[in-house]
């Protein structure tokens, strides 16, 4: 595997679900992002982590539950979520966080389905 | 704050014809421009970005943009363009103060016609 990895590719759950998705990257890097991706609305930044600790939270409801085990893997936990939760959730991992011009690379994303 | 305005959101260009992509952003501050292309199915990649220096940027593909601070643009163009130019195209700008925080816009969708 290369790049940025992310499974399941589509996910469907009901509101009393819990889940998790998982992103993994293979290319040394030791910044990672979860960003939401909505229909008609701009990409949100919801997390990130460098070296393994939570740098930025943009004020995501508790049902969004990050985890960062080690520099190469990232999880986001859900549970209890609600229909507007419906998107494609995309990671990316940077050579280091706190530095714009670090390009950040992008997984395929998780189609997420809440019914 | 920033934000940035796509105001196309959709765009069909014949092949081989030229297109640009228009991009407006608004900021107190100095800001980096990029653009963004999501190929159908796949995550973002970067087609360029403006930190510094000369206005005119080129990226990969063929694409390049120009930064218009006095009109606050950053609009991407291609003189001839491709059927594998089919993809969403996003606009972000972040202030200078040296953090990966990105505003996006709503992106824009182009087609290109055989």
């Known amino acids: 595997e290369t790049g940025v990895t992310q499974t399941p590719r589509h996910l469907v759950m009901g509101m009393t679900n819990k889940k998790s998705l998982k992103c993994e990257q293979h290319?040394?890097?030791?910044?990672m992002y979860w960003y939401k991706q909505s229909a008609k609305k701009p990409l949100e930044l919801m997390f990130v982590?460098?070296?393994?600790?939570?740098?930025e939270n943009n004020s995501v409801p508790s049902r969004f539950s990050p985890e960062c085990p080690n520099s190469s893997h990232l999880f986001l936990h859900l549970h209890t979520l609600q229909p507007e939760d419906s998107a494609l959730y995309l990671c990316?991992?940077?050579?280091?966080?706190?530095?714009?011009?670090?390009?950040?690379?992008f997984g395929p994303g998780t189609r997420l389905t809440v019914l | 704050a920033q934000s940035v305005t796509q105001l196309d959101s959709q765009v069909p260009v014949f092949e081989e014809a030229p297109v640009e992509l228009r991009c407006n952003y608004s900021?107190?501050?100095?800001?980096?421009l990029f653009w963004y292309v999501q190929y159908p199915n796949q995550g973002l990649q970067l087609l360029l970005k403006?930190?510094?220096?000369?206005?005119l940027v080129k990226g990969i593909n063929g694409f390049e943009a120009e930064f218009n601070k006095s009109q606050t643009s950053f609009h991407l163009r291609k003189p001839s363009v491709h059927i594998s130019d089919t993809a969403e195209y996003f606009c972000?700008?972040?202030?200078?103060?040296?953090?990966?925080?990105?505003?996006f816009g709503t992106g824009t969708r182009l087609t290109i016609i055989p």
């Open positions: 290319l040394g890097h030791n910044a």
């Open positions: 403006y930190l510094s220096g000369s206005t």
């Open positions: 990316a991992s940077s050579q280091a966080s706190g530095r714009i011009d670090n390009e950040q690379f």
């Open positions: 900021s107190s501050v100095s800001v980096y």
């Open positions: 982590y460098s070296l393994e600790e939570r740098v």
């Open positions: 972000a700008v972040s202030d200078n103060f040296g953090n990966e925080k990105l505003t």
